[in-house]
């Protein structure tokens, strides 16, 4: 076996085992530690994007509405354009009306 081993290494002494066993141990845990990090980072990006998503959808759907409003904005216009001479029409027809119900009476 010492045949195999690198020049310049010595085997660990028996007192050595307990130490790197700990260190192990400790590599274990910070390995961990740093999957849990980097599966934290992992879905941090993916709410970062899914939130992106969600306001672009937001404002896609405001740009929507307003232009919704504007065109009921203009379909109102229309309508009180045409309701105006109505109305005008009416006043003619109560006064008509009154001079009729006038004669009447004479």
Excluded: F, H, W
């Excluded at 910070?30 to 998503?53: F, H, P, S, T």
């Excluded at 009416?90 to 009154?98: T, V």
């Amino acid at each position: 076996g010492v045949g195999t081993m690198m020049p310049g290494e010595t085997p660990p002494p028996a007192a050595g085992t307990a130490a790197a066993g700990g260190a192990c141990a400790n590599c274990g845990v910070l390995q961990q530690n740093i999957n849990e990090y980097v599966a934290a980072l992992i879905a941090l990006k993916q709410k970062m994007i899914d939130g992106d998503r969600l306001l672009t959808e937001y404002q896609q759907k405001c740009t929507d509405i307003l232009s919704e409003i504007s065109a009921l904005r203009c379909q109102v216009e229309k309508m009180l354009q045409k309701i105006l001479p109505l109305e005008k029409c009416q006043e003619e027809l109560g006064s008509l009306k009154a001079e009729l119900e006038e004669k009447k009476v004479c």
